[in-house]
């Protein structure tokens, strides 16, 4: 396997604190998840990471089938607690691919499960699932 890229972030305060990138070119107030959190949380910036993430395997997907649709992507990320007090997160990916057949929309999304980097790395660890919209 050949490296690609690489990127780091710092966090300084865990979920009440905050996250940078080295060079300073990203700078986020971190808070717990709640109504009134002034801050993002960490649900929040896999869900946007994850939604850019699988958008891109969808938009790869529509070049290789020679498709076109302006795609769009929702990552709704929730945080569950098992009964031991430790916490999981589960995925819902909603695919919106406009003027295109819902069976062929659905192969463009189950084709982009399988290349999408964030899904490889959840696969079987985490809850994942796509629904085209």
Do not use: W
């Not at 986020?28 to 939604?51: C, M, R, V, W």
């Not at 098992?82 to 003027?99: A, C, F, K, R, T």
């Not at 057949?101 to 999304?109: C, F, G, H, L």
């Amino acid at each position: 396997m050949k490296k690609q890229y690489e990127t780091a972030m710092i966090n300084r305060g865990g979920r009440v604190g905050e996250v940078e990138a080295p060079n300073g070119s990203f700078h986020l107030k971190i808070d717990k998840p709640g109504l009134h959190s002034e801050g993002t949380n960490p649900e929040q910036l896999f869900a946007a990471g994850y939604a850019s993430c699988f958008n891109g395997a969808v938009q790869h997907m529509l070049k290789e089938h020679n498709i076109e649709s302006e795609s769009e992507v929702k990552a709704r990320v929730s945080l569950y607690q098992h009964e031991d007090g430790s916490y999981q997160i589960g995925v819902i990916l909603e695919v919106s691919l406009p003027g295109v057949e819902k069976a062929e929309a659905e192969k463009i999304a189950e084709e982009a499960h399988d290349f999408c980097p964030y899904s490889r790395a959840t696969r079987g660890n985490i809850d994942v699932e796509v629904q085209v919209v």
